[in-house]
């Protein structure tokens, strides 16, 4: 199993901006497909941004807002602008052999996820 290490993390105010790094131990099949979920207290884990090949997927919420990209390291990143309270929650990486635009949300698909990130956004 790969194993998922984020960092980034933090405290900013709101309209701030912050970026989430998530570094694999290998990369593989298994991590063809990289993705970005949060979740906070007594809410389901939701899908944030995904990245598979050229493609990239966002929540409605962060379109526009968020983006994930990978460089020539092949470390996964969230950059978040604009934060707002409602995007305070701890930020997990995850990584599946594929993901497509219909189930890339879907928790299932992921076989590797990292230990998680806070990021807390005050007003």
């Known amino acids: 199993q790969v194993q998922l290490v984020e960092s980034g993390g933090g405290s900013v105010e709101v309209g701030g901006s912050l970026r989430l790094s998530c570094t694999a131990s290998r990369y593989t099949v298994s991590t063809s497909c990289m993705a970005w979920f949060r979740q906070t207290p007594g809410k389901q884990r939701e899908g944030v941004a995904a990245?598979?090949?050229?493609?990239r997927y966002y929540a409605n919420s962060v379109e526009g807002r968020f983006t994930i990209s990978q460089d020539n390291t092949l470390t996964l990143y969230l950059q978040m602008n604009s934060l707002k309270p409602e995007d305070t929650a701890v930020y997990y990486c995850?990584?599946?052999?594929?993901?497509?635009?219909?189930?890339?949300?879907?928790?299932?698909?992921?076989?590797?996820w990292g230990q998680g990130t806070q990021v807390t956004v005050s007003s």
């Open positions: 995850a990584a599946a052999r594929t993901c497509a635009s219909t189930n890339w949300r879907s928790l299932g698909v992921y076989n590797s």
């Open positions: 990245r598979s090949g050229i493609y």
